[in-house]
């Protein structure tokens, strides 16, 4: 990923102010997109499987298939920032994501969709690290916190109206709209970068050329297959068995190709993702914290959903509404993880952050089986209100814990990591459901990775070489 620059007087043809801020909402528009059909689909899969007749487990490959080809390839769509044209890689991002969203709208079957889920997830990789290179390169130091923050908070609107929205076209038109709202923001931000694109230095990045470049290529085939057959095994063995051989066969296949990225990784100068990181504490504590926030992300709004819906009887639209009480709680203090932050330090508002979301999710698992929503409100509230105080300062716990020369890198690290959460804890989930037919486990396991998340970051977060020298040059 991008380093920030250390003399942005010479990124040549910065773009002027109106030009900037045209540019950062159309940023704002891409990043939205991407988190929006992280979980807009939940509150459709009920009516989805039942009108293509699939499995819970066949529904739940429309969430993972997006989910997966995200995480395996978002750290490639990093790379390609510092090395392609950025106006070329958000043209063509939008474009895949764009024209598969129109596919999956006019999906005729089951497995059709969960193939346009796979190309969406493509495109999501591809342009979702772009809008942060970008907002770097055309706003000086000065005012990049206002415009990471105003960026922010409308990628934060489009998540929020996750639920709302899915089960808003669910109830009254049809699921389909959930997929056919996004051509339109795709038409503008590629209207925008067809006709305000950025320009010189700010659009190219590093001066070596994409041929120059070396390519990871053993490293992305490795991790897509290790992945993929990872979380085939760990989703269908409830219902193949988990002593089949299909699923011993996935298991060995995934183990083995996610031996050999590690191993490719450690000993590549140029790796797709820097592994050696993980070798500081503090690093690999923030990275496991956005990992399990990611995690309890999908379990809420995926099988929240499904609760609602499954154990309440609530409509789409009602269901949506019933989630939003955690979503709206999320947006309010979204704004207050940075003072937190600037105030407090990263490892405060962490700890805060893990013991309510622990607490929270907690009291989810011990009072879900009485099927009452206003027993379940208090829990809901707090989980929102704890998320925001978790992706920052993982953030800047990171970045800080490494040498100001590899802080891009870093970041590219932790989006990835992120993004595993999501695929991982849709696997697992979806396989204690099926195995268990209880939500109690489900958020019973999501606790369980938040509290050991609690423990080990209570003995490293925050407390790294890299980190600690960080606060001591500020």
């Known amino acids: 990923m991008t380093e920030l620059p250390q003399n942005p007087t010479k990124y040549t043809c910065m773009p002027s102010v109106v030009h900037r801020w045209v540019l950062l909402a159309a940023m704002s528009f891409i990043l939205g997109l991407a988190l929006l059909d992280e979980t807009v689909v939940s509150l459709a899969l009920p009516t989805i499987s039942e009108e293509f007749g699939m499995t819970l487990t066949q529904a739940h490959w429309v969430v993972n298939s997006y989910l997966l080809m995200f995480a395996a390839l978002v750290a490639l769509g990093g790379k390609l920032a510092d090395l392609v044209n950025i106006n070329y890689l958000i043209l063509s991002g939008m474009i895949i994501f764009g024209l598969a969203s129109l596919a999956c709208g006019f999906a005729p079957n089951g497995g059709f969709l969960v193939a346009a889920r796979v190309v969406q997830g493509i495109g999501a990789a591809i342009m979702f690290p772009l809008p942060i290179v970008a907002i770097l390169r055309i706003f000086p130091p000065e005012r990049r916190g206002f415009a990471l923050g105003v960026f922010g908070s409308i ?8 639920p709302l929205v899915s089960g808003y076209f669910t109830s009254y038109f049809s699921w389909r709209w959930i997929f056919w709202i996004n051509p339109p923001f795709v038409l503008i931000v590629c209207l925008v970068i067809a006709f305000a694109p ?7 990045g590093q001066d070596k050329s994409l041929s120059e470049y070396s390519f990871d290529w053993l490293g992305i085939i490795t991790l897509l ?3 993929f057959f990872f979380v085939l095994a760990i989703m269908q063995a409830p219902e193949w068995g988990w002593t089949s051989r299909d699923i011993v066969l996935s298991f060995v296949v995934g183990v083995s190709a996610l031996a050999i990225f590690l191993w490719n990784e450690l000993h590549k100068k140029a790796p797709l ?10 690093f690999a504590v923030a990275a496991f914290v956005v990992f ?5 992300k999908i379990a809420m709004f995926i099988f929240g959903a499904l609760y609602f819906q499954d154990k309440l009887g609530f409509a789409p639209f009602f269901a949506g509404l019933a989630l939003m009480s955690a979503v709206v709680m999320n947006a309010a203090t979204a704004g207050l993880s940075g003072v937190c932050v600037d105030k407090f330090g990263v490892r405060t508002p962490a700890m805060w952050g893990l013991l309510v979301l622990s607490s929270s999710t907690l009291w989810l698992t011990a009072f879900i089986s009485q099927d009452n929503y206003w027993l379940l409100l208090p829990a809901l509230l707090a989980w929102g209100a704890a998320m925001p105080l978790l992706f920052l300062p993982s953030m800047k716990s990171s970045v800080d814990s490494v040498e100001l020369t590899k802080k891009g890198q870093a970041s590219g690290v932790m989006i990835t990591s992120q993004m595993l959460g999501g695929t991982i804890g849709m696997s697992v989930s979806s396989s204690i459901f099926l195995f268990t037919d209880s939500y109690e486990y489900v958020f019973g396991t999501a606790a369980a990775v938040t509290l050991l998340c609690y423990l080990l970051s209570f003995m490293y977060f925050g407390k790294g070489a890299g980190a600690l020298n960080s606060e001591k040059q500020s």
């Open 155 to 162: 990628a934060t609107i489009f998540l929020s109206s996750g």
């Open 198 to 204: 950025l320009r010189g230095r700010i659009a190219h």
């Open 292 to 296: 399990q926030a990611q995690y309890s």
């Open 225 to 227: 297959v290790g992945l």
């Open 273 to 282: 993702i820097q592994v050696r990181f993980f070798k500081e504490p503090s």
